[in-house]
């Protein structure tokens, strides 16, 4: 299957890197926005949240071999990792740091400036670890949080839509 193919049929699909082919599982979508982690401690995939915004959401996998089955189910984390409301939200984005511990990386503007009038804004970026993990209950929980806030420089805004980190 090519890759424009996939682009006109949506849908979830994975690549198996040995075969080098594409399996398509159906027409659903998981509920990630953007990347998703596999988490062997909760046997799950972790990413942000596509459906509600602001939460981390966790999904039972797949199998690779399954070929065509049903959306697998999934959840939200109780807690709201980060506030995509407030009127000075830009992007988020989420990395996975081994051990079902995450870092996020939030930016917003810092008060007093507008991202629509103004080429080049300051910028503030807030980082938050913690860690995910389901509670005896079976609910699953983003605990231990710990958040920073930094002051940037001036950034051109291409350089705010999208933070990125990496864990080594």
Known sequence: MSPQHMKQDRGTFS?????????????????????????????????????????????????????????????????????????????ASLTYMGDAEFCLLETITRKGYDIFTESRTRMLLRLATFRVERQHSGEVRAVDMRTMLYKCPHWEMECSRSPTAFWI
Not at 33 to 38: K, L, R, S, V
Request: net charge positive; aromatic share 16%; with cysteine.
């Open 15 to 91: 690549f198996d890197t040995g075969r080098l082919t594409w399996t398509r599982h159906g027409s659903w979508l998981l509920p990630f926005h953007g990347e998703a982690y596999f988490v062997r401690e909760l046997d799950a995939w972790v990413g942000l949240c596509s459906h509600q915004k602001g939460y981390i959401a966790v999904c039972n996998v797949i199998s690779p071999d399954d070929g065509l089955c049903e959306c697998p189910t999934w959840t939200t984390v109780k807690d709201r990792v980060y506030n995509n409301r407030w009127k000075r939200y830009l992007a």
